[in-house]
């Protein structure tokens, strides 16, 4: 799936690097903790979170994630976008809440950190 | 190639700026064309291990030497030093207090996942002292 149809199907809106939009995410992680985010590693993988700190921004670093989806309407702050620029990520956000949007992702064929 | 030694003063007091060293590790690993997988797990394990500092110990200070056939990590602190090492060690059990969790920390698999995601693991800790750990990830 590209980070355009995330886009679509959750209804969200871009914050930053929109030309990051025709990369491919294979899988996904909904966590508002990032201890547990740093336990899953999967190539390529999009991050959901109603977490607002500039540590999401790390820990998707750390990860190789490319995308980080901010639900439930949470906003990142300024030095959030200025690091995910940076960083070549792209962000999203959407007012859908965490199980909604990841249910979305799931039923369009989108697969969590096992594969499954 | 003679070895690189990197190090970094990790402040206790900025939690915003915590992982400022793991990220720079990264970016030196990158440029110096490490494998990804080698690269992420020197950088998870480095990054929880730096959060800690943070979380737990006020701080402390991180010595990195990248040589042809490793990447060794040495974090040192001068906290309180961990109590009950054992239980650190179980995923899930974890010391932290409740405005850490709320910073999205705090889960209990900092050391578990540091562990798991280096080839040798070693940790020196005494209440009151403090806490080193040694890592090591080989390159492939």
């Known amino acids: 799936m590209k980070i355009k149809d995330i886009k679509e199907i959750l209804g969200a809106e871009i914050i930053c690097n ?7 995410v294979y899988t996904a992680c909904g966590s508002d903790m990032m201890s547990d985010v740093l336990a899953f590693v999967k190539e390529q993988a999009a991050l959901l979170t109603g977490l607002v700190n500039p540590q999401v921004v790390r820990t ?10 901010f639900v439930r309407g949470k906003r990142p702050h300024l030095d959030m976008i200025e690091m995910a620029e940076d960083r070549d990520m792209v962000m ?6 965490m199980f909604t949007a990841c249910g979305k992702l799931y039923a369009a064929g989108l697969k969590g950190g096992s594969g499954k | 190639m003679d070895s690189i030694k990197l190090h970094y003063d990790v402040p206790g007091d900025d939690f915003t700026r915590a992982g400022a060293a793991s990220s720079d590790v990264k970016r030196n690993l990158k440029q110096l064309g490490v494998s990804p997988s080698v690269i992420r797990n020197v950088s998870i394990a480095m990054y929880e291990g730096e959060i800690n500092m943070v979380i737990h110990a006020g701080g402390g200070n991180i010595d990195v030497e990248i040589t042809e056939e490793e990447i060794i990590m040495i974090l040192a602190d001068e906290g309180p030093g961990i109590a009950n090492l ?22 209990g698999m900092g050391l578990p996942n540091i562990k798991k995601y280096t080839d040798d693991f070693k940790i020196e800790t005494e209440v009151g002292k403090g806490t080193t750990l040694y890592l ?5």
């Open chain 2, 136 to 140: 090591k990830v080989n390159l492939e």
């Open chain 1, 18 to 24: 929109e030309e990051g939009l025709e990369r491919e």
């Open chain 1, 60 to 69: 998707a670093e750390m990860m190789d994630m490319h995308c980080i989806i």
């Open chain 1, 92 to 97: 999203l956000c959407t007012d859908l809440e």
């Open chain 2, 86 to 107: 054992e239980l650190a060690m179980k995923e899930g059990y974890s010391t932290a207090p409740d405005n850490i969790r709320c910073l999205g920390f705090g889960a």
